[in-house]
């Protein structure tokens, strides 16, 4: 089985940064690509930011030059540095990875639990 924990929530005020880790662990053989999700209440879960194995980004375009994802294909570890946050970036972000297991024939998308970010005015 794979799990995918994140970590780097939390509170912040207006103008402030954070940054999120996502670390996979389990049998995996392989990871395509890595990417954060959010949603925010009452919202449907969107798209912040994807990284594929070879390193190309895609972001937002509510979230072009203010968030850089990265990632470290050796700890199979995916990366979420946010500045100049706003209140509307207020929301779970949920990190995603598309895994090869070991003995799989497949990619399969795996979620983590999710992280908390609070941006307060």
């Known amino acids: 089985q794979v799990q995918l924990v994140e970590s780097g929530g939390g509170s912040v005020q207006a103008g402030g940064s954070l940054r999120l880790s996502c670390a996979a662990s389990?049998?995996?053989?392989?990871?395509?690509?890595m990417g954060w999700y959010r949603q925010a209440p009452g919202k449907q879960r969107e798209l912040v930011a994807t990284?594929?194995?070879?390193?190309?980004?895609n972001y937002a375009d509510s979230v072009k030059g203010r968030f850089t994802i990265s990632s470290d294909n050796y700890k199979n570890t995916v990366y979420l540095q946010m500045n100049s946050l706003r209140p509307e970036d207020t929301a779970v972000y949920y990190c995603?990875?598309?895994?090869?297991?070991?003995?799989?024939?497949?990619?399969?998308?795996?979620w983590g639990q999710g992280t908390l970010v609070t941006v307060s005015s």
């Open positions: 389990g049998s995996i053989l392989m990871i395509n690509t």
């Open positions: 990284i594929t194995r070879g390193g190309s980004a």
């Open positions: 995603n990875a598309a895994i090869l297991l070991q003995g799989g024939v497949r990619f399969l998308e795996h």
